[in-house]
């Protein structure tokens, strides 16, 4: 029976082969539909409406189309990459699919709108991002639907790219979609099929954009003169396109399913400030065929569908055009150009990731949280431009990806409702707000300066219009009109810089922006040291220096704090607390206290940074007058319970926000164990689980790390990753179990991705940057607990962030001009120290650094030069000798909290260590000082 069996498949075998091999010529392809193009819409920009024109009828072929996607029950992730998400059933809501975005315009997958930097419609308040229509959001099909037709999507936060493989036993469909990174003005659909077998196949494309035909000039003699006109359904912003064919296709075009450049212009109706001169939209586009036919003999063919954006429309051509001839050199330049592009950010920025060693399945949580910071890096990079941009209008809490009205407002008049851009726009209407500066810029600061640069510009800049001020004269203007010198910034930042927040209430109460500012500057100057930034212009419309803009911001505060008279404290009053919208105003909130006497302290560490005293007679009464309100402001505190209060006359009934344990994380304020064992302890039951509150997740999980109280900082760190969304890592404001279709949540948070990166840097790695110097701290309260269990696997000088993860590292991290790596092991209990910087090894005296580690009893100082590193040694003698006190300045950290190593440059600590080539050990141990110091006494005794 079995040699029967055999020889029946042996037969088949061999009938299948030779139908494999039949000349080509003799298949009959009779069957194949050919297409006649005049047989479709002659609107070739709107022929493929069905999916959002609500009033056509969807034929039963299209109803089947999409109701293709079979639900596959098998794992996602399966080659194992944590930068490559994977899976085999697209999200159904759109909001889960990953942002595509280059700083200068974004979009969603697939998403029928893209936002452009800087382009807004709406009055004051009713300002929100426009959305332009996208003429490549097109979704391909087998004409013939079969079986054993499947697909997988994948997107690669590596190079920047989302594909669509779809396949079935004749072709495969394989569609590239990515907003190109060094053309910032270009979005590209790509389309490759390849043949499988001998077959002809026929593939349908579906157009999701939201234009409909309003009317068309039909006195035209020729198409290429012809214009016609389109609105978006429903019209909701009130704009008009004017379309025009710019190169009909030629035939052998036409062969190649090219379908000629079309154009499409439309002017703003509205800008924030009226009559003020409108913007306007420019769009050219390769217009996708609505079918076409691959032949045998072509086997592979690769269709390239561009569109570029401007508000200038030689520039949105010039870099249309530029595509196109990236293409006619190489079909695959134009796709490898935008790849190298973002590995040069990759490999010239720095991100913190999981060793791959320490995950073997796509199922653990090792894996599963390398995927969440990959996606982390990612969405942030995409949101700033590659180089320095002097347009760039900033980093909204949502990216470029959202802040045009919302879908389900755009059959109803936006005038009517109120609260407007929480309401009917997306992620805030596009608008900057303090979020940038407070999370997002210190993030991006520790890894790539060029990026940084461009946010901390987008507080200056002048907007596309050069009719109004510039940001920063708006923000003097602001203060003027309140009576207050300096700067004040917006509560939510447009395009003129004045206030387009939805509420009163945020546009007058909600102060803190300018204080948000001058942390993010300093977070900047620690990790870079730019002197330039202080002494010289900072964009070339406009005079003023670092040093002159940091100092605007705290005269500000200065003249802001008003002295109380039966305290004789430095107090603000009348401010709103929080995010949310207040029903009443509150007097000294400490967050705003506390960052704005930073901010005036950020004055005297500028100058110090370019060797400056601050102290001198230039500027010695500025600064005395900083120092009178920095020793003496009002921080609301319970001397009964030891704890500092959210404001005076604080309730914990109140409300369901906290912003008092930013004093320790964010902000760096030194407190005692006990005070911040107290803040933590008393406020975590102000968190609501499905609330706003993630945020201040990142400040629980770093001060419980801090703390020493391991279980606590998981779960705030578990707590962080409820936000995210499977299978592509998808941040939401509020956590995904509170519904995905939540009117008011935000998706793709940004400032959600910065406090999770930073939470995890500063809890889980122990990295702090202080003004001068680099440190990595470990909790400690009990010694004698660490020495019993340093033998242990379980290891607790840094905490692990997952189960099973014994290996990260920190790459590329920038401290004064150098590149560091951080790699932590648990296994091998070490730390290593790399300095990589690429660039030559002749940098400034001030770029030569030095680490300080212990070993033992030994206090050890070792170069860290160029290709340097410097292993630190986990053993039991750490824990009885590692100082609690900084030897280069005062100890900034809680009296629990001891410092494991600190890099610094090396001129800075000449008077006090001298470090030779090979790493000289100090041989002064604490006993031989003592014999010393008794030596020297009895010497002194005898004379």
């Given at each position: 029976m079995r040699i029967v069996i055999l020889a029946f498949v042996s037969i088949i075998i061999c009938v299948e082969i030779g139908l494999s091999e039949q000349n080509i010529d003799n298949l009959n392809i009779k069957k194949v539909k050919f297409v006649n193009r005049k047989s479709f819409n002659k609107y070739p920009q709107i022929r493929h409406r069905l999916l959002v024109n609500k009033n056509s009828n969807n034929s039963i072929s299209n109803v089947r189309r999409r109701d293709r996607q079979k639900v596959i029950n098998l794992p996602n992730h399966w080659d194992k990459n944590p930068f490559l998400f994977q899976t085999y059933n697209e999200p159904e809501h759109f909001h889960l699919l990953p942002q595509l975005s280059n700083g200068f315009i974004g979009t969603l997958v697939k998403n029928e709108s893209i936002h452009a930097n800087g382009l807004y419609n709406g009055v004051g308040e009713r300002s929100h991002r426009v959305r332009i229509p996208s003429m490549t959001a097109v979704k391909v099909y087998f004409s013939i639907y079969t079986d054993n037709e499947i697909s997988t999507y994948h997107f690669d936060c590596r190079k920047g790219v989302y594909i669509i493989e779809t396949k079935n036993n004749e072709a495969v469909i394989t569609q590239r979609f990515y907003v190109h990174r060094r053309l910032k003005n270009i979005i590209v659909n790509e389309i490759r099929v390849e043949l499988l077998t001998a077959t002809a196949i026929s593939i349908d494309t579906e157009n999701v954009t939201m234009l409909e035909l309003n009317h068309e000039m039909t006195n035209s003699p020729t198409n290429l003169n012809q214009y016609s006109y389109f609105n978006q359904m429903d019209n909701p912003e009130n704009m008009t396109y004017e379309h025009r064919v710019i190169k009909e296709p030629t035939m052998s075009q036409r062969v190649e399913m090219n379908d000629g450049i079309y154009y499409l212009q439309a002017t703003i109706p509205h800008t924030e400030i009226p009559n003020k001169r409108q913007k306007e939209v420019h769009t050219y586009y390769t217009n996708i065929p609505a079918k076409f036919v691959i032949y045998p003999d072509t086997r592979v063919k690769t269709l390239h569908f561009i569109q570029s954006i401007d508000s200038d429309g030689f520039r949105a051509r010039n870099a249309y055009e530029e595509a196109i001839r990236l293409i006619q050199q190489d079909p695959n330049s134009l796709y490898v150009s935008h790849v190298s592009a973002w590995e040069d950010i990759w490999q010239n920025s720095g991100f913190t990731m999981i060793n791959q060693a320490t995950y073997s399945d796509s199922n653990q949580e090792s894996f599963k949280l390398a995927q969440r910071l990959y996606s982390s890096f990612y969405n942030l990079y995409s949101s700033v431009p590659y180089s320095f941009d002097n347009q760039f209008y900033g980093v909204s809490p949502a990216g470029l990806a959202y802040g045009g009205l919302k879908r389900e407002f755009f059959n109803n008049s936006p005038n009517t409702q109120s609260s407007f851009n929480r309401q009917v726009s997306e992620g805030y209407g596009g608008?900057?707000?303090?979020?940038?500066?407070?999370?997002?810029?210190?993030?991006?600061?520790?890894?790539?300066?060029?990026?940084?640069?461009?946010?901390?510009?987008?507080?200056?800049?002048?907007?596309?219009?050069?009719?109004?001020?510039?940001?920063?004269?708006?923000?003097?203007?602001?203060?003027?009109?309140?009576?207050?010198?300096?700067?004040?910034y917006a509560w939510q930042q447009g395009d003129y810089g004045i206030d387009v927040s939805s509420t009163e209430d945020e546009r007058k109460n909600k102060i803190h922006t300018s204080a948000d500012i001058s942390f993010g500057v300093r977070s900047y100057l620690r990790a870079t040291h730019n002197r330039e930034y202080v002494l010289q212009s900072l964009s070339s419309d406009s005079q003023v220096r670092g040093e002159d803009f940091i100092n605007q911001i705290a005269q500000y505060w200065n003249s802001r704090f008003q002295l109380d008279s039966v305290s004789n404290l430095y107090e603000i009053k009348g401010v709103s607390f929080g995010e949310k919208t207040q029903s009443r105003l509150v007097d000294n909130d400490i967050f705003t206290n506390y960052i704005a006497a930073l901010s005036l302290d950020t004055y005297k560490y500028i100058l110090r940074i370019t060797d400056r005293d601050p102290y001198d007679s230039r500027n010695v009464q500025t600064v005395r007058d900083y120092d009178e309100k920095i020793n003496r402001v009002k921080l609301p505190y319970d001397n009964l319970r030891q704890l500092y209060l959210e404001y005076d006359n604080f309730n914990s009934q109140q409300n369901g926000e906290t912003w008092a344990p930013y004093l320790n994380y964010p902000l760096g304020k030194k407190l005692t164990y006990a005070e911040k064992k107290i803040l933590y302890d008393s406020y975590s039951s102000q968190l609501q689980t499905d609330g706003k509150s993630l945020l201040a997740y990142s400040s629980f999980l770093v001060g419980y790390s801090e703390l020493n109280e391991d279980n606590k900082a998981r779960d705030y760190l578990s707590r962080i990753t409820n936000h995210f969304s499977e299978p592509f890592m998808i941040m939401s404001e509020y956590p995904n179990s509170n519904s995905a279709l939540n009117s008011q949540n935000t998706f793709n948070y940004l400032p959600g991705y910065a406090a999770f990166v930073s939470g995890f840097i500063a809890g889980f790695c122990g990295v702090r940057y202080q003004d001068f110097q680099l440190d990595l701290v470990y909790p400690s309260e009990n010694f004698a607990e660490y020495q019993a269990q340093v033998s242990s696997s379980q290891f607790p000088v840094f905490k692990q962030p997952a189960l099973n993860t014994e290996n990260w590292n920190i790459t590329g991290l920038m401290f004064r001009g150098n590149r560091l790596d951080i790699i932590y092991d648990l296994r091998s209990k070490s730390v290593e120290i790399r300095n990589r910087r690429a660039n030559d090894q002749s940098g400034q005296v001030d770029d030569m650094l030095e680490v300080i580690s212990y070993e033992g009893t030994q206090m050890i100082v070792k170069p860290l030069r160029i290709g340097d590193t410097v292993t630190i040694s986990l053993s039991t003698e750490l824990w009885s000798y590692a100082p609690k006190r900084s030897r280069l300045q005062r100890n900034h950290y809680s009296d629990n909290m001891h410092i494991l190593a600190t890099v610094y440059p090396i001129q800075y600590n000449n008077q006090i260590l001298k470090a030779s080539n090979s790493g000289k050990i100090l041989k002064y141990n604490s006993i031989s000082l003592y014999v010393l110091a008794f030596v020297i006494f009895i010497r002194q005794l005898v004379e």
């Amino acid at each position: 029976m079995r040699i029967v069996i055999l020889a029946f498949v042996s037969i088949i075998i061999c009938v299948e082969i030779g139908l494999s091999e039949q000349n080509i010529d003799n298949l009959n392809i009779k069957k194949v539909k050919f297409v006649n193009r005049k047989s479709f819409n002659k609107y070739p920009q709107i022929r493929h409406r069905l999916l959002v024109n609500k009033n056509s009828n969807n034929s039963i072929s299209n109803v089947r189309r999409r109701d293709r996607q079979k639900v596959i029950n098998l794992p996602n992730h399966w080659d194992k990459n944590p930068f490559l998400f994977q899976t085999y059933n697209e999200p159904e809501h759109f909001h889960l699919l990953p942002q595509l975005s280059n700083g200068f315009i974004g979009t969603l997958v697939k998403n029928e709108s893209i936002h452009a930097n800087g382009l807004y419609n709406g009055v004051g308040e009713r300002s929100h991002r426009v959305r332009i229509p996208s003429m490549t959001a097109v979704k391909v099909y087998f004409s013939i639907y079969t079986d054993n037709e499947i697909s997988t999507y994948h997107f690669d936060c590596r190079k920047g790219v989302y594909i669509i493989e779809t396949k079935n036993n004749e072709a495969v469909i394989t569609q590239r979609f990515y907003v190109h990174r060094r053309l910032k003005n270009i979005i590209v659909n790509e389309i490759r099929v390849e043949l499988l077998t001998a077959t002809a196949i026929s593939i349908d494309t579906e157009n999701v954009t939201m234009l409909e035909l309003n009317h068309e000039m039909t006195n035209s003699p020729t198409n290429l003169n012809q214009y016609s006109y389109f609105n978006q359904m429903d019209n909701p912003e009130n704009m008009t396109y004017e379309h025009r064919v710019i190169k009909e296709p030629t035939m052998s075009q036409r062969v190649e399913m090219n379908d000629g450049i079309y154009y499409l212009q439309a002017t703003i109706p509205h800008t924030e400030i009226p009559n003020k001169r409108q913007k306007e939209v420019h769009t050219y586009y390769t217009n996708i065929p609505a079918k076409f036919v691959i032949y045998p003999d072509t086997r592979v063919k690769t269709l390239h569908f561009i569109q570029s954006i401007d508000s200038d429309g030689f520039r949105a051509r010039n870099a249309y055009e530029e595509a196109i001839r990236l293409i006619q050199q190489d079909p695959n330049s134009l796709y490898v150009s935008h790849v190298s592009a973002w590995e040069d950010i990759w490999q010239n920025s720095g991100f913190t990731m999981i060793n791959q060693a320490t995950y073997s399945d796509s199922n653990q949580e090792s894996f599963k949280l390398a995927q969440r910071l990959y996606s982390s890096f990612y969405n942030l990079y995409s949101s700033v431009p590659y180089s320095f941009d002097n347009q760039f209008y900033g980093v909204s809490p949502a990216g470029l990806a959202y802040g045009g009205l919302k879908r389900e407002f755009f059959n109803n008049s936006p005038n009517t409702q109120s609260s407007f851009n929480r309401q009917v726009s997306e992620g805030y209407g596009g608008h900057i707000t303090y979020t940038q500066d407070l999370w997002i810029l210190p993030v991006i600061s520790l890894f790539n300066q060029d990026m940084a640069k461009n946010i901390l510009n987008s507080r200056l800049r002048r907007g596309l219009n050069t009719d109004h001020v510039s940001v920063y004269q708006q923000a003097r203007n602001n203060a003027d009109q309140e009576g207050y010198q300096g700067l004040r910034y917006a509560w939510q930042q447009g395009d003129y810089g004045i206030d387009v927040s939805s509420t009163e209430d945020e546009r007058k109460n909600k102060i803190h922006t300018s204080a948000d500012i001058s942390f993010g500057v300093r977070s900047y100057l620690r990790a870079t040291h730019n002197r330039e930034y202080v002494l010289q212009s900072l964009s070339s419309d406009s005079q003023v220096r670092g040093e002159d803009f940091i100092n605007q911001i705290a005269q500000y505060w200065n003249s802001r704090f008003q002295l109380d008279s039966v305290s004789n404290l430095y107090e603000i009053k009348g401010v709103s607390f929080g995010e949310k919208t207040q029903s009443r105003l509150v007097d000294n909130d400490i967050f705003t206290n506390y960052i704005a006497a930073l901010s005036l302290d950020t004055y005297k560490y500028i100058l110090r940074i370019t060797d400056r005293d601050p102290y001198d007679s230039r500027n010695v009464q500025t600064v005395r007058d900083y120092d009178e309100k920095i020793n003496r402001v009002k921080l609301p505190y319970d001397n009964l319970r030891q704890l500092y209060l959210e404001y005076d006359n604080f309730n914990s009934q109140q409300n369901g926000e906290t912003w008092a344990p930013y004093l320790n994380y964010p902000l760096g304020k030194k407190l005692t164990y006990a005070e911040k064992k107290i803040l933590y302890d008393s406020y975590s039951s102000q968190l609501q689980t499905d609330g706003k509150s993630l945020l201040a997740y990142s400040s629980f999980l770093v001060g419980y790390s801090e703390l020493n109280e391991d279980n606590k900082a998981r779960d705030y760190l578990s707590r962080i990753t409820n936000h995210f969304s499977e299978p592509f890592m998808i941040m939401s404001e509020y956590p995904n179990s509170n519904s995905a279709l939540n009117s008011q949540n935000t998706f793709n948070y940004l400032p959600g991705y910065a406090a999770f990166v930073s939470g995890f840097i500063a809890g889980f790695c122990g990295v702090r940057y202080q003004d001068f110097q680099l440190d990595l701290v470990y909790p400690s309260e009990n010694f004698a607990e660490y020495q019993a269990q340093v033998s242990s696997s379980q290891f607790p000088v840094f905490k692990q962030p997952a189960l099973n993860t014994e290996n990260w590292n920190i790459t590329g991290l920038m401290f004064r001009g150098n590149r560091l790596d951080i790699i932590y092991d648990l296994r091998s209990k070490s730390v290593e120290i790399r300095n990589r910087r690429a660039n030559d090894q002749s940098g400034q005296v001030d770029d030569m650094l030095e680490v300080i580690s212990y070993e033992g009893t030994q206090m050890i100082v070792k170069p860290l030069r160029i290709g340097d590193t410097v292993t630190i040694s986990l053993s039991t003698e750490l824990w009885s000798y590692a100082p609690k006190r900084s030897r280069l300045q005062r100890n900034h950290y809680s009296d629990n909290m001891h410092i494991l190593a600190t890099v610094y440059p090396i001129q800075y600590n000449n008077q006090i260590l001298k470090a030779s080539n090979s790493g000289k050990i100090l041989k002064y141990n604490s006993i031989s000082l003592y014999v010393l110091a008794f030596v020297i006494f009895i010497r002194q005794l005898v004379e």
